[in-house]
Nanobody, 122 residues
């Protein structure tokens, strides 16, 4: 089970750190991914991290502003978002899978959190 949190209403230029807490699974064995879904749009890949911290992959649209990280001791993954823009407004989901890396398709992930809403005002 995955539980995402940390979203909220912020102004453009602000930062947020989203968290994804895993329970009931061997978290360290899983690749973690973050996705987002804006209203009336498809869910899109944001970032993914293999179980080793030096293996990360980002969507081109977020490189330089988003940072994925994880603390395996806390069974938690994070997504640091800096310099937020109105176009970053979306529900952000964390996901996990153990099959491949990097995996950018939502269909590659078998476990999903409930999502946390990020709203960025201009």
């Amino acid at each position: 089970q995955l539980q995402a949190s940390g979203g909220g209403l912020v102004q453009a230029g602000a930062s947020l750190r989203l968290a994804c807490v895993a329970s009931g699974r061997a978290f360290t064995s899983y690749t973690v991914g973050w996705f987002r879904q804006a209203p009336e749009k498809e869910r899109e890949f944001v970032a993914t991290m293999k179980r080793t911290p030096d293996s990360t992959h980002y969507a081109d649209s977020v490189k330089g502003r988003f940072t994925i990280s994880r603390d395996n001791a806390k069974n938690t993954a994070y997504l640091q978002i800096n310099s937020l823009k109105p176009e970053d407004t979306a529900v952000y989901y964390c996901a996990a899978q153990a099959n491949r890396y990097p995996a950018v398709s939502p269909t590659s992930y078998g476990y999903w959190g409930q999502g946390t809403l990020v709203t960025v005002s201009s």
